[in-house]
């Protein structure tokens, strides 16, 4: 079993391993640029290709700006997030969130 950040990464990991087999814990990373600074993301799950699952705990402005930098210089990956209220959200350009689903 991968070495996890956070507990609400091993319940994650736990449901997606039961449902998606395949699903790899930060099999990839993945290089974005940050106002004059270029910086590089660990995506937590991988689903297929270029689709990302990430578990946050709390989802702050630095995290959303983050995504806005990220998904302005990779748009055509998808990041969805497990907020700690366990629920997805999908980042979309300019950091606006749909609900998809809860768990």
Same mark, same amino acid.
């Given at each position: 079993?991968?070495?996890? #950040?956070? #507990? *609400?990464?091993?319940?994650?990991?736990?449901?997606?391993? #039961? @449902? /998606?087999?395949?699903?790899? &814990? =930060?099999?990839?990373? +993945?290089? &974005?640029?940050?106002p004059i600074k270029s910086r590089k993301y660990n995506p937590d799950f991988r689903m297929a290709k270029n689709? &990302?699952? =990430?578990?946050?705990?709390?989802?702050? *402005?630095?995290?959303?700006?983050?995504?806005?930098? /990220?998904?302005?210089?990779?748009? =055509?990956?998808?990041? +969805? /997030?497990? @907020?700690?209220? &366990?629920?997805f959200l999908e980042i979309q350009k300019r950091c606006? /969130? +749909?609900?998809?689903?809860?768990?």
């Amino acid at each position: 079993m991968p070495t996890f #950040k956070s #507990k *609400l990464e091993v319940k994650a990991w736990a449901v997606l391993k #039961k @449902h /998606f087999p395949s699903v790899k &814990y =930060e099999p990839d990373v +993945i290089e &974005y640029i940050q106002p004059i600074k270029s910086r590089k993301y660990n995506p937590d799950f991988r689903m297929a290709k270029n689709v &990302y699952i =990430e578990a946050k705990g709390k989802l702050d *402005l630095a995290t959303r700006q983050k995504m806005v930098w /990220f998904k302005e210089c990779n748009p =055509e990956v998808t990041i +969805i /997030f497990i @907020h700690i209220a &366990y629920q997805f959200l999908e980042i979309q350009k300019r950091c606006q /969130f +749909i609900c998809a689903c809860s768990i």
